[in-house]
């Protein structure tokens, strides 16, 4: 677990080594689903602070890496090959960090299939859904069961 003051830090360090300069600033967001963003009409990189809840600083710096190359290779490169060769040069490994969404645990909508796969949504879901780990299309033997639960508050 990483404390937002040092990720705060890390943040200031890694804009002053490579964004000197900029005019870019850094905040932490509610994101729950993605682990960080680049905004360039904002000039601001930010972080999920349920990320910076619940992993080590390393994985909190790559984050920041990742976006910091997308500043410095500008908005047009995506992920391609000059937005790589960007993250390649300052630090970036350029693998994911993720296999699953930030904040599943504060999702109040938990859905199983029968074959006991987990879904978490933060909306009740309006419409019947199948699983999709068992099918690539709407399926009722997949078909995914939901419940409400109680979730702890928000990071």
């Known amino acids: 677990m990483t404390d937002a003051e040092d990720v705060a830090r890390l943040a200031a360090e890694l804009f002053a080594a490579h964004l000197p300069g900029g005019g870019w600033r850094f905040a932490l967001d509610n994101a729950r689903r993605r682990a960080g963003a ?12 349920h990320l910076v809840a619940g992993a080590p600083l390393e994985e909190v710096r790559q ?12 908005s047009g490169a995506a992920h391609g090959p000059r937005w ?21 645990d504060q999702a109040p909508w938990v859905g199983s299939c029968p074959a006991g796969h987990e879904h978490y949504r933060f909306r009740r879901p309006s419409a019947p ?9 709407f399926s ?16």
């Open 63 to 74: 984050v920041l890496l990742h976006e910091v190359a997308h500043a410095l290779a500008g």
């Open 84 to 104: 790589q060769a960007v993250g390649r040069r300052i630090g970036y490994t350029g693998r994911r960090l993720h296999d699953r969404a930030i904040a599943d």
């Open 38 to 49: 680049c905004d360039y009409a904002r000039r601001r990189i930010t972080v999920s602070r």
């Open 140 to 155: 009722s033997a997949a078909l995914i069961t939901w419940r409400r639960r109680e979730v702890g508050a928000a990071v």
């Open 129 to 137: 859904l199948s699983c999709g780990v068992c099918t690539r299309r």
